[in-house]
C-alpha cells in the first residue's frame, strides 16, 4: 500500500510563507512526476506546481515567482515553499504523485495525499 502524507499546513498572515511537505511510505519501486494541488472552497481543483523525477519544474501563473516546488528522492518527499501569501492562496493543498509499484512493470499509478489546509488572513 503506497501512501502520501502532507504536512507543514497552518494560519498564517498576508505575505508570510509556510513549506508544506509531501511523504510518500509504502511499498513501491520509484515515483514519476509529483504534484501539488489546491481546491479553495466552491472552486475546483487546481494545480499548483509540478515537478519531474530529475528537477524539472513547471508553475501555474498565479503562484510563478512566489512558490517553490523541490523534492528529495532519496527521502520520497516533495516540498512547496510558499513566500508572499496571499488570501487567495487559502485552500487545501494536495500531493499527488505518480507511482510505479515494482521493477517488473512500466505501469504506474496515481495517488493523493489527504490534504492540509493553508489559511491566509488579511
Known amino acids: 500500500q503506497v501512501q502520501l502524507v502532507e504536512s507543514g499546513g497552518g494560519l498564517v498572515q498576508v505575505g508570510g510563507s509556510l513549506r508544506l511537505s509531501c511523504a510518500a511510505s509504502?511499498?513501491?519501486?520509484?515515483?514519476?512526476?509529483m504534484n501539488w494541488y489546491r481546491q479553495a472552497p466552491g472552486k475546483q481543483r487546481e494545480l499548483v506546481a509540478a515537478?519531474?523525477?530529475?528537477?524539472?519544474?513547471n508553475y501555474a501563473d498565479f503562484v510563478k515567482g512566489r512558490f517553490t516546488i523541490s523534492r528529495d528522492n532519496d527521502k520520497n518527499t516533495m516540498y512547496l515553499q510558499m513566500n508572499s501569501l496571499k488570501p487567495e492562496d487559502t485552500a487545501v493543498y494536495y500531493c499527488?504523485?505518480?507511482?510505479?509499484?515494482?521493477?517488473?512493470?512500466?505501469?504506474?499509478?496515481?495517488?493523493w495525499g489527504q490534504g492540509t489546509q493553508v489559511t491566509v488572513s488579511s
Open positions: 499527488n504523485a505518480n507511482i510505479r509499484r515494482n521493477a517488473y512493470s512500466i505501469r504506474s499509478s496515481d495517488y
Open positions: 515537478i519531474s523525477r530529475g528537477g524539472t519544474t
Open positions: 509504502g511499498s513501491f519501486f520509484s515515483i514519476n512526476v
